[in-house]
């Protein structure tokens, strides 16, 4: 009964007026700083890169993706302030500690295909998206692996859905699933 978690700051901007050099460790320190303060104990964080972070809460099946949204909207304010010259992502997968630190190694071109297609996210996790305050998708790699033990051909499920946070409701909630080919 404990979730295990990467939290992946992404900063998603044209134009990042800072390099990356100094970017990644000024994304840390104000995560760091939100986390000490936040993420209240027995639960742990630790920090795996300047932007991926693990999390850990023994007294939980699976994590709160609510309580990172207040994070979310506190480095879109720091970072671009009211403005709308870039977007400030949390990416949350949780899994097992093995996935999770698979996970927090994905980069670039890797982050962004997982992020779209969960067939590309380490085995046996799920991936919420906060995108913004109000916004939050979910998919799962449990439901992209195609069945094991299938004649015809391999299928794909994926798993949607968008929070509204003003409500507490998840709007839109989808299951797809199309063959492979």
């Not at 992404?10 to 840390?28: F, S």
């Not at 099946?61 to 994070?71: F, H």
């Amino acid at each position: 009964m404990t979730a295990v978690a990467c939290l992946r700051v992404v900063i998603e901007a044209e134009i990042v007026p800072l390099p990356q050099t100094t970017l990644g460790p000024i994304v840390e320190k104000l995560t760091k700083a939100y986390l000490e303060t936040r993420w209240s104990w027995p639960r742990e964080f630790a920090a795996l890169t300047h932007y991926a972070f693990l999390l850990v809460d023994p007294r939980a099946d699976e994590m709160d993706v609510r309580e990172l949204v207040a994070l979310s909207e506190e480095l879109q304010l720091k970072f671009f302030g009211h403005d709308r010259g870039g977007r400030v992502a949390l990416l949350l997968f949780e899994g097992s500690e093995e996935s999770v630190r698979d996970f927090a190694g994905l980069e670039g071109e890797e982050l962004a295909r997982a992020r779209r297609d969960p067939a590309w996210l380490p085995p046996g996790g799920r991936l919420a998206q906060i995108l913004g305050g109000d916004i939050v998708s979910e998919m799962s790699a449990e439901a992209a692996a195609p069945a094991a033990n299938s004649s015809g051909p391999a299928a794909v499920a994926r798993l949607f859905g968008i929070y509204f946070r003003m409500r507490d409701v998840f709007i839109g909630d989808v299951i797809s699933s199309h063959p492979e080919g």
